[in-house]
């Protein structure tokens, strides 16, 4: 039996796209392929298809709504392997664009709405990132406040942002902003002693000031969609807290653009609510690669194909 009172869902975002993901899932439950079905009628085009192309899925505007589609459908994969309308967690999480995933898993947005407010964010996002080319960059082994005075120094020195985009775990933290900007502080966590800095393949300064026009026009889009109180606690990415009102979900998701990721915090959030076991829903296991670096004890399952599935059901 599963010890749902003790389990936490989590929802991964961009990087762990990947061509294909979701295909046996979909083939196997009817559940599943429904999610698909119903995001290409309000898509009003076979998005779908775009699961099978690497470099597509890859383009902002398409990697998010695709993260988002096969979130859910795991969901509903993992619903009907147990034979239930819906499970009941302790809490959930989702990383950047996850957090749309387990705001929908614990009903506070519909899939529906949900669909609409992740492609348009991609859209607006990879608008930004050709009005303002950005860039982002992995420091490794290095410690949160240290990267803090990196990127103060840096914007300081150039006159451009760059700032902590996301805590993932201890020894791994993202900064995003102005190429210049990125620049400076990569060469500054060199000259301090940062073992490893690693740029990486964006041009979507994602989590930083350079998302400011976006997350006004993203904060418009909010406007138009009601969302519900959740049926458990889902953590904010900006505030590693529970949202526990529309409210809170709102400013939330509209603070999420331009803030940084507190994954770190998230994760210990949930330990703290008495989280044991995490179950990472989607593509890849990212998530639950972070997991062990931020609480040894947890055990972490990733749920990302059929026979990760199967697996998972046989042993609970």
Request: glycine fraction near 8%; proline fraction near 4%; hydrophobic fraction near 50%.
């Amino acid at each position: 039996m599963i010890d749902w009172a003790h389990t936490a869902l989590l929802f991964p975002g961009q990087g762990s796209q990947q061509a294909g993901m979701g295909a046996d899932l979909a083939a196997r439950y009817p559940s599943a392929a429904q999610v698909f079905e119903v995001a290409d009628r309000v898509y009003g085009e076979p998005f779908s298809r775009l699961f099978e192309d690497a470099a597509a899925l890859d383009r902002t505007e398409n990697t998010q709504p695709a993260l988002y589609i096969v979130g859910v459908a795991a969901l509903r994969a993992l619903e009907s392997a147990l034979g239930v309308a819906a499970i009941t967690p302790l809490a959930a999480i989702g990383h950047s664009l996850g957090e749309f995933t387990a705001l929908t898993a614990a009903g506070a947005l519909s899939f529906e709405d949900g669909l609409r407010l992740v492609r348009k964010r991609g859209q607006l996002m990879a608008a930004a990132g050709e009005a303002q080319p950005g860039a982002m960059a992995a420091l490794l082994g290095a410690e949160v406040d240290a990267v803090r005075a990196i990127c103060d120094a840096a914007s300081t020195s150039t006159g451009q942002p760059v700032v902590l985009a996301n805590d993932n775990c201890p020894g791994q933290v993202v900064i995003s902003g102005a190429a210049s900007a990125v620049d400076a502080a990569l060469a500054l966590a060199k000259a301090r002693g940062i073992k490893r800095a690693v740029k990486l393949a964006v041009s979507v300064a994602a989590h930083s000031p350079l998302m400011a026009q976006a997350a006004e026009s993203f904060r418009q889009t909010l406007e138009s969609v009601t969302f519900q109180m959740p049926r458990f606690p889902v953590i904010g990415n900006t505030t590693a807290a529970a949202l526990t009102t529309p409210a809170e979900i709102m400013a939330e998701l509209s603070a999420q653009l331009t803030g940084s990721v507190r994954w770190t915090e998230s994760v210990q959030a949930l330990r703290a609510l008495g989280a044991q076991t995490f179950l990472e829903l989607g593509a890849k296991d990212v998530l639950t690669g972070l997991l062990k670096r931020i609480h040894k004890e947890a055990v972490g399952v990733a749920i990302n194909n059929l026979s990760s599935l199967e697996a998972f059901i046989g042993s609970a």
